[in-house]
């Protein structure tokens, strides 16, 4: 039977040095580079329909279905509104609850590894700001 060992993993904090040169790295190569802290002007277009990822073939605006993209977060946003009434504190704190629970949970499995890398990783998590 194996047992998680108290001594830090010298090994995690190798990869969590290894994870955050890397990012470090690739911000100083092209600062530029995605996912950009917004969305360019393509990227927004396909967002909210007026564009089609296929050349040529643009969507209508009236054609334009957020279920396609994201049915889970429709389904969801749609039954918080129905419960709680449309607000926009409801859609901001759905967002908020789901985002609540990924840290939890990263949190709870990384902890297997190592308690104190799971600290950090989930700082790390919090403070990206795309996330």
């Known amino acids: 039977m194996t047992t998680l060992s108290t001594e830090p993993n010298k090994l995690a904090y190798l990869f969590v040095a290894l994870l955050v040169t ?3 790295i690739a911000l100083l190569v092209d600062p530029a580079a995605d ?6 002007d393509l990227e927004g277009q396909v967002l909210i329909g007026a564009k089609s990822l296929v050349p040529g073939h643009n969507v209508p605006l009236d054609d334009w279905n957020p279920a396609l993209v994201s049915p889970t977060q429709v389904a969801l946003t749609t039954w918080a509104y129905r419960v709680f009434g449309v607000s926009l504190e409801v859609a901001r704190s759905l967002t908020a609850g789901v985002s609540l629970l990924v840290v939890v949970l990263f949190f ?7 308690p104190t890398v799971a600290i950090l990783a989930t ?3 919090v403070l990206n700001p795309i996330f």
């Open 22 to 24: 890397f990012f470090a």
């Open 108 to 114: 709870l499995l990384v902890r297997r590894m190592n």
């Open 35 to 40: 996912p950009p802290l917004g969305v360019s």
């Open 123 to 125: 700082a790390l998590l």
